[in-house]
C-alpha cells in the first residue's frame, strides 16, 4: 500500500510560481512511476504531468507545457511539480497518483494510488 501526501498549494497571483510536492509512504516508491492531475471547478481531473520510477523519462499536458516541470528525489520518496508562469486557468485541485510500473500515464485509470490533493489557486 502506498500513501500519497500533497503539499505545496495555496493561493498566488497570475504570472507567480508554486512548487507542489507529493510525499510517499514507502521505501518501495521508486518502483512507482507517478502523475500529476487536476480538477478545476465544475470540469473532469485532467492529466498534467507524469515521471517514470527513476525519474529519466517525463510528459507533459500540452497546456502546462514550458512552464510545469516534473521531478522526483527517490531519496526523499517525493515527487515536485513546479509549476511556473502560473495562469488563473491552473486553478484547480492538483493531486498526485503513482502506480508500480516504469512508466507513467496521461490516463487516470492506470493509476493505483492518489492523494487527498492541494488546492492552487490563481488570481487574475
Known amino acids: 500500500q502506498v500513501q500519497l501526501v500533497e503539499s505545496g498549494g495555496g493561493l498566488v497571483q497570475a504570472g507567480g510560481s508554486l512548487r507542489l510536492s507529493c510525499a510517499a509512504s514507502v521505501r518501495t516508491f521508486s518502483s512507482h512511476a507517478v502523475g500529476w492531475f487536476r480538477q478545476a471547478p465544475g470540469k473532469e481531473r485532467a492529466f498534467v504531468a507524469a515521471?517514470?520510477?527513476?525519474?529519466?523519462?517525463?510528459s507533459y499536458a500540452d497546456s502546462v507545457k514550458g512552464r510545469f516541470t516534473i521531478s522526483r528525489d527517490n531519496t526523499k520518496n517525493t515527487v515536485y511539480l513546479q509549476m511556473n508562469s502560473l495562469e488563473p486557468e491552473d486553478t484547480a485541485v492538483y493531486y498526485c497518483?503513482?502506480?508500480?510500473?516504469?512508466?507513467?500515464?496521461?490516463?487516470?485509470?492506470?493509476?493505483?494510488?492518489w492523494g487527498q490533493g492541494t488546492q492552487v489557486t490563481v488570481s487574475s
Open positions: 515521471i517514470s520510477w527513476n525519474g529519466d523519462s517525463t
Open positions: 497518483a503513482a502506480r508500480p510500473y516504469y512508466s507513467g500515464s496521461p490516463y487516470e485509470d492506470e493509476y493505483t494510488y
